[in-house]
């Protein structure tokens, strides 16, 4: 079967899947209530349904693709240190004062050891404007032609886009657990648990591992760079400690709720009240 073929069977399954749960979130929303469900309405809630079901399977995937690749050409490839070029701009508009930033994405070139010319357009883009000369650590899989990355700049975009997506596939799930007629609730207490215990931390400790590999990657840096790289590497790394060992310890079980959805009361506080007969 054909590449094509799968990507149609796959889009016609995907659509037919969006109607349907479409119609199991309007069949539980309107459920009990005497109003008609609307053609706009059910045109809104399936744009949403869409939506989110494609961002957050399509995003997974992508997101897959692009690790998967990068640690191939990282562990298979070479090391090369290679040089800015040239740089690209474009115009990003900023999402606090509607105001524009130019963004700047260098082009940068090597020399394989086989004596081959490589140019190649990095995978992420900057405020600062590049200077020609500077080096970037690349790596190439000369095999299958493949160059890649893997510094602060991308662990920054590996990190943002990870955030999106994992925010995407929890909506994804709770849209299913509606749809379904489930109870909420679990579900609710489960993504505070997992944000505050598991996610948080570890892009903390994905951001801390970054820095300690721009650190010690063997990249030429001035002193000012490295000493601003050790200073926020040890600062962070205590602030790591400290919200593990608090998440950790009573954090969790001091999140709210119980599982009946009582807020938990600290009894002490009336220890020393007594009945008045």
Known sequence: MSEVRVNQIALVLGIAYTIWL???????????KNEKI??????YIYLIVASISSLAIGGTV???MMLVSKVQTVSNGDKYEAKVVSFTSYESRNSDDNGYTTMYTPTVHFTTHSGEVVEYELDYSSS???????????YYDEVNDRVTTFGLGTVALILAFGAMIAILVYLFIGMIIYAMNW????????????????????????????MIYA??????????????????????????????KNIYGDGIKNMGMNRKGVRRVDASRFSNTSRNK
């Not at 600062?128 to 690349?138: A, C, E, I, M, S």
């Open 62 to 64: 992508a997101l897959s």
């Open 22 to 32: 479409t119609y199991k979130i309007l069949k539980r929303t309107y459920s009990g």
């Open 215 to 244: 650190l010690f990657n063997g990249e030429e840096k001035p002193m000012w760079v490295n000493v601003i790289l050790v200073f926020f590497t040890l600062v962070l790394t205590m602030a790591i400690w400290a919200y593990l």
């Open 128 to 138: 600062g404007r590049p200077t020609l000369g500077d080096k970037h650590t690349v």
């Open 183 to 210: 109870s909420m609730t679990r579900y609710k207490d489960i993504g505070v648990i997992i944000g505050l215990a598991v996610i948080l931390p570890l892009f903390m400790i994905l951001f801390d591992g970054a």
């Open 38 to 43: 609307g053609c706009v309405a059910a045109g």
